[in-house]
């Protein structure tokens, strides 16, 4: 009994070389694109972080006796403040 020509055509040397092109053309634009995308987050993060910067964050000084209070009244707090 003889099997029927179940083999898959193959590629010729041609049709391969052309092929493997086309996917390179693509891999090239897409890494592009992406380093695109790369730049503007970088830019992004940038800026977040300067506007982060110019934020008025005002620091407040506890004294030793509201340090105490504080201490008794939320004894977890305790070690974000010293």
Avoid: G, H, Y
């Avoid at 695109?36 to 008025?56: G, I, M, R």
């Amino acid at each position: 009994m003889k099997k029927s020509e179940s083999k898959s055509r193959k590629e010729t040397l041609e049709e391969e070389l052309k092929r493997l092109r086309k996917e390179n053309k693509t891999l090239k634009a897409s890494k592009a694109s992406l380093k695109t995308c790369k730049d503007k987050l970088k830019a992004e993060k940038k800026a977040l972080k300067a506007e982060l910067k110019k934020k008025d964050v005002t620091k407040t000084t506890l004294s030793k006796e509201q340090k105490e209070l504080l201490s008794t009244l939320f004894p977890d707090i305790d070690i974000r403040f010293w």
